[in-house]
């Protein structure tokens, strides 16, 4: 019987427990700054976009610490998600979970790791709530905050049929609640991301597009762009035509392919896009081999026939307590 998706991983990332090289001590004023660094590094090798996996607990921020693909590739950095919070505690994705318990799950994983971490803001509330949420985040090391221009009761932007359920801001009102963000910040290299929803909610391009902008101008530090169709031709669309805006040019811009799934970093690559989430897949993948573990343990009375699809204890044991060696980071030059 095939071991399960973590249990595969986590061997696979510890063969020969091999150090790995760290941009940063982990340390709030090492982190913060990280992911302008690796986004200027990545623009000047041409290695964009940045790989940032979702955690929603300290384990799974270990995950994303060591995790490596089979060639060697790794991680960048991690992404707090509001959905996959949400669902580690059994919530709907509303916000119900408010922003003290998400920071308790923050603090959690950045204690055990290294990487920078993006922070997903929903809708950011109030401007004047707003600005407590940035320096929070900027006092744990979060790298960046992306919120999403919306307003209301929080409907998740992958739903089917939802469009109805998508009730977008005004762009004046969110722009306030952007430049709020940035005037609260105590770090120029806290970024604050606007979350462009016009595609999700069925508006035309043209309207993203516009929106985009007057939030560049507002001063976001970068547009995340979503879509919930299967193929990646308006994300790809978006991004040429947001390039070709005057004072565009190298903004970054975010993607999330989680609906649009086939399409491969490379494509991104050559499409523009700067950063590339997979915004919810540990959580995902982690519900249904417990799912089959538990059910395993009842149908047998006993549980030795789960036994091949579990790690051992002495396995999560060592993962949990392992302590790798980093290397000294060297100077990347300045944040762009």
Request: proline share 5%.
């Amino acid at each position: 019987m095939k071991p399960t998706l973590l249990k595969a991983a986590l061997r696979h990332s510890f063969a020969g427990s091999t150090p790995i090289r760290a941009l940063s001590t982990g340390l709030p004023s090492d982190r913060l700054p990280a992911l302008r660094k690796l986004l200027a590094e990545g623009k000047k090798q041409n290695t964009l976009p940045l790989r940032i996996i979702e955690t929603h607990s300290g384990l799974t921020g270990l995950i994303a610490e060591h995790a490596k693909g089979e060639g060697g590739q790794q991680y960048d950095g991690m992404w707090s998600s509001s959905l996959t919070a949400s669902a580690a505690c059994g919530m709907p994705d509303i916000e119900a979970v408010d922003t003290t318990s998400r920071l308790g799950i923050v603090k959690d994983t950045l204690n055990v790791t290294t990487k920078p971490m993006i922070y997903d803001g929903d809708t950011g509330g109030l401007p004047e709530i707003f600005k407590f949420t940035v320096r929070q985040l900027e006092q744990l090391g979060v790298s960046a905050v992306i919120i999403e221009d919306k307003e209301g009761l929080k409907q998740n932007s992958l739903l089917a049929d939802s469009n109805a359920l998508q009730n977008i801001i005004d762009i004046d009102e969110f722009c306030v609640k952007i430049k709020a963000g940035l005037e609260a910040r105590r770090d120029p290299n806290f970024m604050i991301i606007a979350r462009m929803e016009s595609l999700i909610a069925g508006l035309p391009m043209e309207t993203a597009l516009s929106r985009a902008a007057a939030c560049v101008d507002a001063g976001a530090s970068g547009i995340m762009i979503h879509s919930r169709k299967k193929s990646p031709e308006e994300v790809v669309e978006f991004i040429a035509k947001f390039r070709a805006s005057p004072g565009c040019e190298d903004v970054p811009v975010v993607v999330v392919p989680s609906s649009y799934n086939a399409i491969y970093e490379s494509e991104l690559r050559e499409a523009g896009a700067s950063i590339c989430i997979y915004a919810n897949h540990l959580l995902r993948a982690s519900y249904p081999a417990m799912l089959d573990v538990a059910e395993t343990i009842l149908s047998s009375s006993r549980c030795a026939e789960a036994t091949p699809k579990i790690m051992s204890i002495k396995e999560i044991t060592n993962f949990i307590t392992h302590d790798a060696k980093y290397e000294a980071p060297t100077d990347t030059g300045k944040s762009s």
